[in-house]
């Protein structure tokens, strides 16, 4: 058991589940129920999972069925699995010698097998201040329009406020409305400072660092960074003109709005998917081709060692180019002047191979017990797994054998590719002998 716990790898998922488990029970008492009952079990493990691992899928309406201490809980929840996960991504990427060109350059100072206690502490106090800065600027604002714009007092604006700014930071998707944002679809002094929320923390920690230390000057970026940040515009960009161009006269989502307000939504619904989880428009009423661009964002997901869940923007670039360099003939596959390992393309590589059989194994058991179409049940579990929260609304009428495969999709998605990826980059013992090589046919 000590040795257990002396392996951080190890340590977090058991931290993450203790955390799952504190919060169900807390759930499970009758403070945290609108009406003063206990909970079913599988409500409260449910929501609990889902908070920690900042996805935002539920079962029950948060505004209505959970008092207001049980709302608190849940928000406790995803802010410690937000924190929990940057923190613990940036240490394991350090532990992995990435070295994210933290102050000090603490990166090139760690050991093997574990990090400096100073350098660690260095990394929680960045990303605490990083954290309740932005969510405190987010919080400001939108409490300041709910008095100013919709008659709120202080105190219902500051909850509101205070808990959708730190839903968005967290990427966690949880709202304090039934209707998640949907009442402030024409509202973009709302919507537009969520967006932002949402999109600096899944670019991840070493990049705002890595921004912090050099500004906006793209030369001294590290390449995770440029490749990161390129890789945002790219897919917001498409999700963007995409959204657009299916919905634009679909009479369920944009088709009723002016054309401001037509931009503002699609520009949203752009950036959810990158595993926020709020919804201005009926994510259910989607055209059949927005949803499969739906799929496609929230595998991606966000950047690294951030609260976004998905493969990682990085991982899906790394294997972007290791196709174009087989296709164009290239001995090395890189990006931006620089060159992959073959060890990084084989850890990115699984990555992809083991969320892609995750969700597919997922979606097969929920549809052979249930009678849900193939579209819905695929964006529920690839939700789940990239931790997005966006659902087509079936996520209450699932049994609890499908609850129980979305509750293990999540934790895997949210706390199993870290460490899946960090375990990678510590492993690999070199063997002392080698097979012969031959090639099979392939294609």
Same mark, same amino acid.
């Given at each position: 058991?000590?040795?257990?716990?002396?392996? !951080?790898?190890?340590?977090?998922?058991?931290?993450?589940?203790?955390?799952?488990? &504190?919060?169900?029970?807390?759930?499970?008492?009758?403070?945290?129920?609108?009406?003063?009952?206990?909970? !079913?079990?599988?409500?409260?493990?449910?929501?609990?999972?889902?908070?920690?691992?900042?996805?935002?899928?539920?079962?029950?309406?948060?505004?209505?069925?959970?008092?207001?201490?049980?709302?608190?809980?849940?928000?406790?929840?995803?802010?410690?699995?937000?924190?929990?996960?940057?923190?613990?991504?940036?240490?394991? %990427?350090?532990?992995?010698?990435?070295?994210?060109?933290?102050?000090?350059?603490?990166?090139?100072?760690?050991?093997?097998?574990?990090?400096?206690?100073?350098?660690?502490?260095?990394?929680?106090?960045?990303?605490?201040?990083?954290?309740?800065?932005?969510?405190?600027?987010?919080?400001?604002?939108?409490?300041?329009?709910?008095?100013?714009?919709?008659?709120?007092?202080?105190? !219902?604006?500051?909850?509101?406020?205070?808990?959708?700014?730190?839903?968005?930071?967290?990427?966690?998707?949880?709202?304090?409305?039934?209707?998640?944002?949907?009442?402030?679809?024409?509202?973009?002094?709302?919507?537009?400072?969520?967006?932002?929320?949402?999109?600096?923390?899944?670019? %991840?920690? !070493?990049?705002?660092?890595?921004?912090?230390?050099?500004?906006?000057?793209?030369?001294?970026?590290?390449?995770?960074?440029?490749?990161?940040?390129?890789?945002?515009?790219?897919?917001?960009?498409?999700?963007?003109?995409?959204?657009?161009?299916?919905?634009?006269?679909?009479?369920?989502?944009?088709?009723?709005?002016?054309?401001?307000?037509?931009?503002?939504?699609?520009?949203?619904?752009?950036?959810?998917?990158?595993?926020?989880?709020?919804?201005?428009?009926?994510? %259910?009423?989607?055209?059949?081709?927005?949803?499969?661009?739906?799929?496609?964002?929230?595998?991606?997901?966000?950047?690294?060692?951030?609260?976004?869940?998905?493969?990682?923007?990085?991982?899906?670039?790394?294997?972007?180019?290791?196709?174009?360099?087989?296709?164009?003939?290239?001995?090395?596959?890189?990006?931006?002047?620089?060159?992959?390992?073959?060890?990084?393309?084989?850890?990115?590589?699984?990555?992809?191979?083991?969320?892609?059989?995750?969700?597919?194994?997922?979606?097969?058991?929920?549809?052979?017990?249930?009678?849900?179409?193939?579209?819905?049940?695929l964006f529920e579990t690839i939700s789940a797994f990239s931790t997005v929260g966006l659902s087509t609304g079936i996520t209450a009428d699932l049994p609890p054998s499908a609850l129980m495969v979305l509750c293990i999709l999540m934790f895997v998605g949210r706390v199993g590719t870290i460490t899946v990826a960090t375990a990678l980059a510590l492993g690999g013992t070199p063997r002392p002998y080698r097979y012969p090589e031959e090639n099979?046919? &392939?294609?």
């Open positions: 058991m000590i040795r257990l716990l002396a392996n !951080p790898v190890r340590l977090i998922p058991l931290l993450f589940a203790a955390a799952i488990g &504190v919060g169900t029970i807390l759930l499970m008492l009758p403070v945290s129920h609108a009406q003063g009952q206990i909970a !079913p079990l599988s409500t409260a493990f449910f929501t609990s999972t889902s908070a920690v691992a900042v996805t935002g899928l539920i079962v029950v309406d948060t505004a209505t069925y959970w008092s207001k201490f049980g709302q608190i809980v849940i928000l406790l929840l995803f802010q410690i699995g937000g924190f929990g996960i940057m923190t613990a991504a940036t240490i394991f %990427g350090l532990m992995a010698g990435r070295g994210f060109g933290l102050r000090h350059r603490m990166a090139t100072q760690v050991e093997r097998s574990r990090l400096q206690v100073g350098d660690a502490r260095s990394v929680l106090l960045l990303v605490l201040k990083i954290t309740l800065a932005v969510e405190a600027i987010v919080a400001a604002i939108l409490v300041a329009r709910l008095m100013l714009a919709y008659d709120y007092s202080l105190g !219902p604006a500051l909850w509101h406020g205070v808990f959708h700014s730190v839903s968005a930071f967290n990427n966690a998707g949880f709202s304090s409305y039934s209707d998640s944002v949907m009442g402030f679809q024409k509202d973009g002094f709302i919507l537009v400072p969520i967006m932002l929320a949402v999109v600096l923390t899944a670019l %991840g920690f !070493p990049v705002m660092q890595d921004v912090r230390t050099n500004g906006l000057r793209w030369r001294r970026w590290t390449l995770h960074t440029k490749l990161t940040v390129a890789g945002t515009v790219v897919l917001l960009g498409v999700g963007f003109v995409a959204m657009l161009a299916k919905e634009w006269s679909n009479p369920a989502t944009l088709g009723p709005m002016d054309v401001g307000v037509k931009v503002l939504n699609a520009a949203f619904h752009s950036v959810m998917p990158r595993t926020a989880g709020f919804n201005s428009l009926d994510v %259910g009423a989607f055209e059949g081709e927005t949803l499969l661009l739906n799929y496609v964002l929230m595998f991606i997901g966000g950047g690294s060692a951030g609260t976004a869940g998905g493969i990682k923007v990085t991982t899906f670039l790394v294997l972007v180019a290791v196709v174009l360099s087989e296709i164009g003939g290239k001995r090395d596959a890189g990006l931006f002047g620089r060159r992959f390992s073959s060890s990084l393309e084989r850890q990115a590589l699984t990555v992809f191979f083991t969320a892609a059989m995750l969700i597919i194994l997922g979606s097969m058991y929920i549809l052979a017990i249930t009678d849900l179409t193939m579209d819905a049940v099979p046919i &392939v294609g």
